[in-house]
C-alpha cells in the first residue's frame, strides 16, 4: 500500500482504523507525510505498533526491514502527484510486486484485499469500485477520450458478460497495478502536482497492458466534496483556485504526452 498524505490527521487516522479491520495483512504499508509533521510521525509510530501487534513483522525488504509500515517524511510539499511518485519508488526499491495507492480521504473495506486478489491472476492494473461519502455508488468515468481531453460522461456503466470494463485512465484512489508495469513505464509523473497525475498514468499503462475496472466495492471516500448544481441536470465540484490552476496547467503536460 501506497499512501500520500497532506495536514489531514484525522482522515489519515479513519484510513489507519480500516487498514487495521483488513481480514488480510498488507506487504507494507508506506505513508508518505507532505508535511514532514511531527503529529503524523507520532499517528504512524502508533499505527506501526498496533499493526505489529496483530499481524506481525514480515519478510525483509530492500532495507533490510521487517516491519510492515514504512513512513517516508518529504522535505517539501510535493502534492498528490509527487508524493505518489516517491511512494511508488520507495515500494519499487523495497521489492513490492504490487502497489495499491490511495489518498488519505477514503477508507478500505474489511474484504478488499480478498476481492482483488482473483483479479491479479490475469490483470495488471486493477481499478475497485467505491462508496461515496454518503454510502452510495460512486460512478467513476473509465474511459478517457484522447479527442476531447476529457473523460467520457456518458460511458456505459454496466460491466458485461466479462465482469469487468477496461479502461485507459487510473484513480489513485484504490488503483492497484504490478511491478512490471512500473518496470516499463515508470513512476507516476511528480510534475503534475494535483489533478490528472493518475489519468496519465493510467493512459500510459495502457500502452503495455490492458487495464481494468471492475464491480468490487474495496473503499469508501470520507470527504464531502461540495458540488454546483447546473439546472438540476448536471454537477460540478467546486474547487479552490490552485485546484484550478493545476486543472488548467495540466492540460499541456497532458496534451504533450498524447502528441509524443
Known amino acids: 500500500m501506497v499512501i500520500t498524505t497532506y495536514k489531514r490527521q484525522k482522515l489519515l487516522a479513519t484510513l489507519f482504523d480500516s487498514i487495521l479491520a ?11 507525510d507532505n508535511e514532514q509533521s511531527d503529529e503524523t510521525r507520532g499517528m504512524v509510530e502508533e499505527f506501526e505498533a498496533k499493526v505489529t501487534d496483530q499481524w506481525g513483522k514480515t519478510v525483509v525488504d530492500g532495507d ?6 514504512v513512513y517516508a517524511p518529504q522535505t517539501e510539499n510535493l502534492g498528490g502527484a509527487g508524493g505518489f ?3 511508488v519508488k520507495k515500494a519499487y526499491e523495497l521489492g513490492a510486486e504490487w502497489f495499491w495507492v490511495m489518498d488519505d480521504d477514503v477508507a478500505v473495506l474489511p474484504d478488499a484485499i480478498a476481492k482483488l486478489a482473483p483479479w491479479t491472476k490475469r490483470h495488471e492494473v486493477i481499478q475497485g469500485s467505491r462508496f461515496d461519502y454518503d454510502g452510495g455508488p460512486f460512478y467513476w468515468q473509465y474511459d478517457f477520450r484522447i479527442g476531447l481531453g476529457i473523460p467520457n460522461p456518458i460511458a456505459p456503466a454496466a460491466f458485461g458478460p466479462a465482469g469487468y470494463r477496461v479502461m485507459n485512465t487510473l484513480c489513485f484512489e484504490g488503483g492497484l497495478f504490478s511491478r512490471r508495469v512500473v518496470k516499463e513505464i515508470g513512476l507516476p509523473d511528480p510534475r503534475f502536482f494535483i489533478y490528472w497525475d493518475d489519468t496519465i498514468y493510467g493512459y500510459r499503462a495502457s500502452k503495455v497492458t490492458q487495464p481494468i475496472v471492475v464491480p468490487d466495492v474495496i473503499l469508501r471516500r470520507t470527504r464531502e466534496i461540495g458540488n454546483w448544481d447546473i439546472a438540476g441536470v448536471r454537477q460540478l465540484n467546486s474547487t479552490s483556485d490552485m485546484n484550478r490552476y493545476h486543472i488548467m496547467r495540466n492540460r499541456g503536460y497532458m496534451a504533450r504526452y498524447f502528441m509524443v
Request: hydrophobic content about 45%.
Open 22 to 32: 483488513l481480514e488480510q495483512a498488507p506487504w507494507r504499508i508506506i505513508v508518505v
Open 64 to 69: 533490510s526491514n521487517q516491519s510492515r509500515v
Open 85 to 87: 511518485s516517491a511512494g
